[in-house]
Antibody, heavy 122, light 108 residues
Framework: QVQLQESGPGLVKPSQTLSLTCTVS??????????WSWIRQPAGKGLEWIGR???????NYNPSLKSRVTISVDTSKNQFSLKLSSVTAADTAVYYC??????????????WGQGTLVTVSS | DIQMTQSPSSLSASVGDRVTITCRAS??????LNWYQQKPGKAPKLLIY???SLQSGVPSRFSGSGSGTDFTLTISSLQPEDFATYYC??????????FGQGTRLEIK
């Protein structure tokens, strides 16, 4: 079965760029018709969808973050990545990657990575 | 943005109870509604998609219903492992997906 694993620095300084990678195992990131999404969750709060990528490279971003977000894919490594620029303390959160499945009934996230905590602090 | 509002925000119940959690959309979203369960320190887990379809491997005590703006997640007989936080998620406005604020289900 497909599994996802986030990796990247756990501490980022204010104004710098947060960079995370999600490695997909147990299947090819290019197989099937899936998007691949990033979602975040500040401590004790709810879930916020950040953006997604299709293996063709097509992307969609949350309008509230669009100016600072870049999502890319490397099919040769079975990975997709998130870059969030000009971070502030408000970007401190657990970041999840997830497979974005869809059909005529809508979109849903399954499976998810375990999540990685990113703290923005000097 | 489509706003998703869950009620209650928290709920206390006992093992064996029947529990219902409600999710209301700020506009009609047809049946484009999913439910997730999240335990502390873990990633969310998909329970229900398309308002009422049970994800493979999810116990049948979980069920979902509704369409339009009002949706419910029902747990027919609470088990100890069901105490968690539950989130609804709309995909009507895909790709601009939004989640509810969550409902924390606690042991009474």
């Amino acid at each position: 079965q497909v599994q996802l694993q986030e990796s990247g620095p756990g501490l980022v300084k204010p104004s710098q760029t947060l960079s995370l990678t999600c490695t997909v195992s147990g299947g090819s990131i290019s197989s099937g018709s899936y998007y691949w999404s990033w979602i975040r969750q500040p401590a004790g709060k709810g879930l916020e969808w950040i953006g997604r990528i299709y293996t063709s490279g097509s992307t969609n971003y949350n309008p509230s973050l669009k100016s600072r977000v870049t999502i890319s894919v490397d099919t040769s490594k079975n990975q997709f990545s998130l870059k969030l620029s000009s971070v502030t303390a408000a970007d401190t959160a657990v970041y999840y990657c997830a497979r974005d499945d869809y059909d005529s009934s809508g979109n849903w996230f399954d499976p998810w990575g375990q999540g990685t905590l990113v703290t923005v602090s000097s | 943005d489509i706003q998703m509002t869950q009620s209650p925000s928290s709920l206390s119940a006992s093992v064996g109870d029947r529990v219902t959690i409600t999710c209301r959309a700020s506009q009609s979203i047809s049946s484009y509604l999913n439910w997730y369960q999240q335990k502390p320190g873990k990633a969310p887990k998909l329970l229900i998609y398309a308002a009422s379809s049970l994800q493979s491997g999810v116990p049948s005590r979980f069920s979902g219903s509704g369409s339009g703006t009002d949706f419910t997640l029902t747990i027919s007989s609470l088990q100890p492992e069901d105490f968690a936080t539950y989130y609804c998620q709309q995909s009507y406005s895909t790709p601009f997906i939004t989640f509810g604020q969550g409902t924390r289900l606690e042991i009474k």
